[in-house]
């Protein structure tokens, strides 16, 4: 559906801008709130202003649909457990679509590395 180029089309244009708005805001994962996904590579974020970090992150492919996402690692050191090619469970990361904290543009985090919890991994090294 294209624009309208005419005059009194003010409803339509704004009907179109909705319909835009809500395309883009659709979930990544088709609806599925954890979804299972293969890493494609380690990422390293800055934070915004004020904070001075670099946030550990992993690129995400969905296995069920096929898109590409951020995902934040959490914890001291779980990302030395995450592989390349591994495969990760992915959940939302707060605010439906929308970055949290001083992390832009990545709105889910790592919950699950195959079938061990990054947490647990991590403690059991501690140990």
């Given at each position: 559906m294209g624009k309208c180029?005419?005059?009194?089309?003010?409803?339509?244009?704004?009907?179109h801008r909705r319909d835009q708005h809500t395309a883009l805001k659709a979930n990544s994962f088709g609806g599925a709130s954890p979804a299972e996904g293969i890493v494609l590579e380690k990422v390293g974020v800055e934070a915004k202003q004020p904070n001075s970090a670099i946030r550990k992150c992993v690129r995400v492919q969905s296995i069920e649909n096929g898109k590409k996402v951020r995902a934040f690692v959490p914890n001291d050191g779980c990302l030395n457990f995450i592989e390349e090619n591994g495969e990760v469970l992915v959940a939302g990361f707060g605010i439906k679509s929308h970055a949290l904290v001083d992390i832009p543009g990545v709105c889910f985090k790592v919950v699950k590395k195959t079938s061990e919890y990054t947490l647990k991994t991590l403690k059991l090294v501690r140990l």
């Amino acid at each position: 559906m294209g624009k309208c180029h005419v005059l009194r089309t003010a409803r339509k244009l704004c009907s179109h801008r909705r319909d835009q708005h809500t395309a883009l805001k659709a979930n990544s994962f088709g609806g599925a709130s954890p979804a299972e996904g293969i890493v494609l590579e380690k990422v390293g974020v800055e934070a915004k202003q004020p904070n001075s970090a670099i946030r550990k992150c992993v690129r995400v492919q969905s296995i069920e649909n096929g898109k590409k996402v951020r995902a934040f690692v959490p914890n001291d050191g779980c990302l030395n457990f995450i592989e390349e090619n591994g495969e990760v469970l992915v959940a939302g990361f707060g605010i439906k679509s929308h970055a949290l904290v001083d992390i832009p543009g990545v709105c889910f985090k790592v919950v699950k590395k195959t079938s061990e919890y990054t947490l647990k991994t991590l403690k059991l090294v501690r140990l």
